[in-house]
């Protein structure tokens, strides 16, 4: 009878470290996603994925262990690891994880693709684990007393009260986490996306200057009449202070680069991806050679020697 009374209070601990990993990743990356997907982002589970399968799994044997051991300090330490590791992931995924995987995915894009490590990391991880870490401990902390409860509770509906508690507690450190950061990524997507509609909207016709103005329809002028044809957007670039991003266009295999300070949107240029693996081989080739004091010119093939100019 107590063996299975364990058994009851462990399966209730998994369960519980599910639903906090599960709707902390859906909170923190996977509005993210379904706003991406409407706003005609290349690679719109770039970030939830890899997060659904660190988080839930971390979380799960965190629920599990605190429910089996019963031990307040270990729950404490438990918990208080996977606020660092789900602060980590949040601060770490969009800059270093997500531009990894798409020079994976998409390696014509390598050449533009450029993320700087950010200047102030610390605040970031200040408020990360205050916010995140807070909602985590709570979270842990208030397992066990829920558990116990949801076991003497008779009704169907006490039942389920630890886990909307659960609930509410997690999806709330996930907000706190795409506020942190995963906005701060997805803001200049949205925008080059609605400015491409309006511009495919407005495109050849006669709008008012000041409301041309206010939605800023001169910026695609260079784009001309790519701005008619299905688009995708992949952020390709982001300075240490995240002021200063690029998004690429990509026009059915015709590219353009907008240029983003702070969420505002200031130009858009045509550019060529000249670029494929064979060419990657060749600016390896390049980069040796240029130890030796030559260079390669990929599109004519000519291999250019330095002139010796003698001093008298």
């Given at each position: 009878?107590?063996?299975?009374f364990?058994r009851?209070?462990?399966?209730?601990?998994v369960?519980?470290?599910?639903?906090a990993?599960?709707f902390f990743?859906?909170a923190?990356?996977?509005m993210?996603a379904?706003?991406?997907i409407?706003?005609?982002?290349?690679?719109p589970f770039l970030?939830?994925?890899?997060?659904?399968?660190?988080c839930v799994?971390t979380?799960?044997?965190?629920?599990?262990?605190?429910?089996?051991?019963?031990?307040?300090?270990?729950?404490?330490?438990?918990?208080?690891?996977l606020?660092?590791l789900f602060?980590?992931?949040?601060?770490n995924?969009?800059i270093?994880l997500?531009?990894?995987?798409t020079t994976?995915?998409?390696?014509?894009?390598i050449?533009?693709?450029?993320?700087?490590?950010?200047t102030n990391?610390?605040?970031?991880?200040?408020?990360?684990?205050?916010?995140?870490g807070?909602?985590?401990v709570?979270?842990?902390?208030l397992?066990?007393?829920l558990?116990?409860?949801?076991?003497?509770?008779?009704?169907?509906?006490?039942?389920?009260?630890?886990?909307?508690i659960?609930i509410?507690?997690?999806t709330?450190?996930?907000f706190?986490?795409?506020?942190l950061?995963t906005n701060?990524f997805?803001?200049?997507?949205v925008?080059?996306?609605?400015?491409?509609?309006n511009g495919a909207?407005?495109?050849d016709?006669?709008?008012d200057?000041?409301?041309?103005?206010?939605m800023?329809?001169?910026?695609?002028?260079?784009?001309?009449?790519l701005v008619?044809?299905?688009?995708?957007l992949?952020?390709?670039?982001?300075?240490?202070y995240?002021?200063?991003?690029k998004?690429?266009?990509d026009?059915?295999?015709?590219?353009?680069?907008?240029?983003?300070?702070?969420?505002?949107p200031?130009?858009?240029?045509?550019?060529h991806?000249?670029?494929n693996?064979?060419e990657?081989?060749?600016?390896d080739q390049?980069?040796k050679?240029?130890q030796k004091?030559?260079?390669?010119d990929l599109f004519?093939?000519?291999i250019i020697?330095?002139?010796?100019?003698?001093?008298y």
């Amino acid at each position: 009878m107590v063996s299975s009374f364990s058994r009851k209070r462990t399966n209730l601990g998994v369960v519980y470290g599910l639903i906090a990993g599960l709707f902390f990743t859906l909170a923190a990356w996977g509005m993210d996603a379904i706003i991406l997907i409407r706003s005609n982002v290349s690679l719109p589970f770039l970030k939830f994925l890899p997060a659904l399968l660190i988080c839930v799994p971390t979380a799960l044997l965190a629920g599990y262990l605190t429910a089996k051991f019963e031990n307040g300090l270990l729950s404490l330490v438990l918990w208080a690891g996977l606020a660092v590791l789900f602060t980590y992931l949040v601060i770490n995924i969009p800059i270093k994880l997500a531009p990894w995987l798409t020079t994976k995915l998409i390696p014509e894009f390598i050449p533009v693709i450029s993320f700087e490590e950010l200047t102030n990391i610390g605040h970031y991880w200040f408020v990360g684990i205050l916010a995140i870490g807070f909602t985590c401990v709570l979270c842990g902390i208030l397992e066990n007393l829920l558990i116990d409860q949801r076991l003497a509770s008779s009704s169907s509906v006490g039942a389920l009260i630890p886990f909307i508690i659960c609930i509410v507690i997690m999806t709330g450190a996930g907000f706190s986490g795409d506020l942190l950061m995963t906005n701060h990524f997805r803001e200049p997507l949205v925008t080059i996306d609605e400015l491409l509609q309006n511009g495919a909207t407005y495109y050849d016709q006669e709008v008012d200057k000041l409301e041309a103005r206010k939605m800023q329809l001169s910026i695609l002028r260079p784009l001309d009449d790519l701005v008619l044809k299905p688009h995708t957007l992949t952020l390709v670039s982001a300075d240490n202070y995240l002021g200063l991003m690029k998004v690429l266009v990509d026009f059915d295999g015709k590219y353009a680069l907008c240029h983003i300070v702070y969420s505002q949107p200031t130009f858009c240029e045509i550019t060529h991806l000249r670029f494929n693996r064979m060419e990657q081989f060749a600016l390896d080739q390049q980069k040796k050679s240029l130890q030796k004091n030559q260079r390669i010119d990929l599109f004519n093939n000519d291999i250019i020697r330095p002139t010796i100019i003698p001093i008298y």
